[in-house]
């Protein structure tokens, strides 16, 4: 698939297209569930001193107000993304009242369902909408699923360094190369989106209480601590967070238009199952609606289109209109060997494998490679480490290992270009990382998890409490500049007025509201 990198790459020296490429953002959306001192899910509602959910950009809440989640800015500082995951990790830690941060994807000690606290952002509109929602979310899958946690890479690229590459690579003529570029993208990292999965997956087991009211759904061997022995990420399998109506969207990346009509007519289209949840019961809301998603936040792709809407846009809308302005990587478990949850090899390998998707060709991905792509990211996420465990590519069975390291070969001279762009040696390194796990699944984070769960006899509670101690020391005692820890307490309460005056604008009443907002005609 990417034999053709060296001479793509070899005639883009000679170019002045490698100019702009040091322009590319990162950004970094992670999620932490905060914990009470016995390891239970907190109870407590998001802490005042971190802001108002609703309106702070870095520190928000996602499903539940125990699910924190940090973002950090767009930058194109190579290092920035984990710099400032490092300052927000800290300021939140040394601003919580007796808890801590639960350092794995896989949740913590859950008690009964409806006792896990739905996020709260206010009385307007807006905020009680964001509010429904998860509601919703809650009513369909249940909340144990919404309390699992990830990390989300976003990644754009310099406009005009995309034209040029179009234009470049001879790519069909179209009046958007951007959004073309972007598709093209997503759909090569589809062909190869197991790899991050087994490289970086770090979610092998989970609490029993997850399944205390499903225990059918986890039919796997060690049900006293159920631990799969050779899954790298149950968070990306069946029962890890998903879409159960995948099946019923029909949703393509062909191309902007494609995807578009896709995730309109999953937005427009009442499921049965749902509807006969109820929308209503009296006065009282139970989900946004009935269709197939609710919104468009509700498609949980591995990898997603974005466009940043305006103030109550609906997103599919600004899609439609402008265009694909960055893309949403969804794969990463939490890396729980760091204190920030993020292992700063896997962005840079993303870095390399994003960048290889663009430069090779991309055509559109027909059914019966769809199942293929399917099936392979299946067996890896729950077999990964299976000795002699193969996948399917070209037309045949491939051992895992094999393909993996064919493919980690040939993005050797994109790692060494972004290297020699960037003045460091930070990808090769990564690059060589990743085939050593490859060459070595007990280097794989999924093994070591599975390694240290096992000297604490098997007990994952145990074991997650113990790194969720160590993380807490660290973070409690990070110092913060003065400049940065009033900087952020400042911004906290800049949040809380602007929360306050939202909420003081008038507003009209809910109901019509809602009409209004999801009028087919806004999509």
């Known amino acids: 698939m990417f034999e053709s990198l060296p001479n793509i790459v070899r005639d883009l020296k000679n170019t002045d297209c490698l100019d702009d490429l040091k322009k590319i953002r990162r950004g970094v959306e992670k999620e932490s569930l905060r914990i009470d001192e016995a390891g239970y899910l907190s109870q407590k509602p998001h802490p005042t001193a971190l802001g108002a959910a609703f309106t702070h950009d870095e520190i928000t809440t996602d499903f539940s107000e125990s699910l924190l989640e940090f973002i950090t800015a767009p930058s194109t500082g190579l290092h920035d993304a984990v710099a400032n995951l490092q300052r927000i990790h800290a300021f939140t830690v040394q601003h919580l009242d007796n808890e801590m941060l639960w350092p794995c994807s896989m949740p913590c000690v859950l008690t009964e369902d409806d006792e896990i606290p739905l996020a709260q952002y206010g009385q307007s509109n807006m905020a009680r909408l964001k509010h429904l929602y998860r509601k919703g979310l809650g009513l369909r899958y249940g909340r144990a699923m919404q309390t699992i946690?990830?990390?989300?890479?976003?990644?754009?690229?310099?406009?005009?360094?995309?034209?040029?590459?179009?234009?470049?690579?001879?790519?069909?003529?179209?009046?958007?190369?951007?959004?073309?570029?972007?598709?093209?993208?997503?759909?090569?990292?589809?062909?190869?989106?197991?790899?991050?999965?087994?490289?970086?997956?770090?979610?092998?087991?989970?609490?029993?209480?997850?399944?205390?009211?499903?225990?059918?759904?986890?039919?796997?061997?060690?049900?006293?601590?159920?631990?799969?022995?050779?899954?790298?990420?149950?968070?990306?399998?069946?029962?890890?967070?998903?879409?159960?109506?995948?099946?019923?969207?029909?949703?393509?990346?062909?191309?902007?238009?494609?995807?578009?009509?896709?995730?309109?007519?999953?937005?427009?289209?009442?499921?049965?199952?749902?509807?006969?949840?109820?929308?209503?019961?009296?006065?009282?809301?139970?989900?946004?609606?009935?269709?197939?998603?609710?919104?468009?936040?509700?498609?949980?792709?591995?990898?997603?289109?974005?466009?940043?809407?305006?103030?109550?846009?609906?997103?599919?809308?600004?899609?439609?209109?402008?265009?694909?302005?960055?893309?949403?990587?969804?794969?990463?478990?939490?890396?729980?060997?760091?204190?920030?949850?993020?292992?700063?090899?896997?962005?840079?390998?993303?870095?390399?494998?994003?960048?290889s998707c663009l430069l090779i060709d991309s055509p559109v991905i027909l059914q019966a490679e769809q199942k293929q792509i399917d099936e392979n990211l299946r067996k890896a996420v729950n077999e990964g480490r299976r000795p002699g465990i193969t996948l399917s590519a070209h037309e045949k069975e491939i051992p895992l290992a094999t393909l993996g390291q064919s493919i980690t070969q040939s993005l050797a001279c994109v790692a060494d270009l972004l290297d020699e762009i960037y003045q460091v040696h930070d990808f090769s390194a990564a690059l060589t990382e990743a085939q050593a796990r490859l060459n070595d699944p007990r280097l794989l984070p999924s093994y070591q998890l599975a390694s240290r769960m096992a000297a604490h006899g098997g007990n994952f509670f145990k074991m997650s409490m113990e790194i969720a101690h160590a993380h807490f020391d660290i973070l409690k005692t990070m110092r913060l500049a003065p400049e940065i820890m009033i900087k952020m307490t400042q911004q906290a309460a800049e949040s809380w007025r602007r929360a306050a005056a939202i909420e003081a604008l008038p507003a009209e009443p809910f109901d019509l509201f809602m009409k209004h907002y999801f009028d087919p005609k806004r999509l």
């Not at 310099?158 to 001879?170: E, P, R, S, T």
């Not at 069909?172 to 970086?200: A, S």
């Not at 899954?231 to 393509?252: C, E, P």
């Open 149 to 355: 946690a990830g990390v989300h890479y976003n990644i754009s690229y310099d406009a005009d360094f995309l034209k040029q590459i179009h234009h470049h690579l001879k790519r069909t003529p179209t009046p958007d190369p951007v959004t073309d570029c972007y598709f093209g993208i997503i759909r090569n990292y589809h062909r190869v989106g197991w790899l991050i999965p087994y490289l970086f997956g770090a979610s092998p087991n989970v609490c029993p209480s997850f399944f205390a009211h499903e225990p059918h759904r986890f039919p796997i061997e060690d049900k006293q601590y159920y631990a799969h022995p050779y899954a790298v990420s149950l968070r990306l399998s069946d029962i890890g967070y998903k879409n159960r109506t995948h099946d019923k969207m029909q949703i393509a990346y062909d191309d902007l238009k494609t995807y578009v009509s896709g995730l309109k007519q999953a937005l427009l289209t009442v499921d049965p199952e749902f509807e006969a949840l109820g929308v209503k019961q009296g006065e009282e809301w139970l989900q946004l609606n009935a269709h197939v998603l609710q919104i468009e936040a509700e498609f949980y792709g591995s990898i997603r289109p974005k466009r940043v809407p305006r103030p109550l846009e609906r997103t599919v809308h600004a899609l439609s209109e402008r265009g694909v302005e960055y893309i949403e990587v969804r794969t990463l478990d939490l890396y729980p060997f760091s204190p920030v949850g993020v292992d700063e090899r896997a962005l840079r390998f993303l870095d390399i494998l994003l960048f």
